[in-house]
């Protein structure tokens, strides 16, 4: 079973830019999804971008669709969620998970790994 792990969360400046990652160990499987969610204080964790590892499609949500980009490392086992222009309203836990669904929906993504906090100040 693949474990999940979000790292480079940190303390940035609005427009700044940032680069999440997410180190799999353990074999992420051609038919999984890969997803970035968040939580900011005080809210329900959201979907943030997802990529299936197959063949590298992504989906963002449309508030950080143009600003945010997801990718992979194959030989790294690893997914990244590149962020540019951050705003304040970014600020949040960071996690990742995976999923056998090209979705959305929080509830179809399992594997959750510890996330990683990304504050963006005014």
């Known amino acids: 079973q693949v474990q999940l792990q979000a790292s480079g969360g940190g303390v940035v400046q609005a427009g700044d830019s940032l680069r999440l990652s997410c180190a799999a160990s353990?074999?992420?499987?051609?038919?999984?999804?890969m997803g970035w969610f968040r939580r900011a204080p005080g809210k329900d964790r959201e979907f943030v971008a997802a990529?299936?590892?197959?063949?590298?499609?992504?989906m963002y949500a449309d508030s950080v669709r143009g600003r945010f980009t997801v990718s992979k490392d194959s030989a790294k086992n690893t997914v990244y969620l590149q962020m540019n222009s951050v705003k304040p309203e970014d600020t949040a836990v960071y996690y990742c998970?995976?999923?056998?669904?090209?979705?959305?929906?929080?509830?179809?993504?399992?594997?959750w790994g510890q996330g990683t906090l990304v504050t963006v100040s005014s």
């Open positions: 990529m299936r590892w197959s063949n590298t499609r992504t």
């Open positions: 353990g074999r992420i499987y051609s038919s999984y999804i």
């Open positions: 998970a995976a999923s056998i669904q090209f979705t959305m929906q929080t509830s179809e993504y399992f594997n």
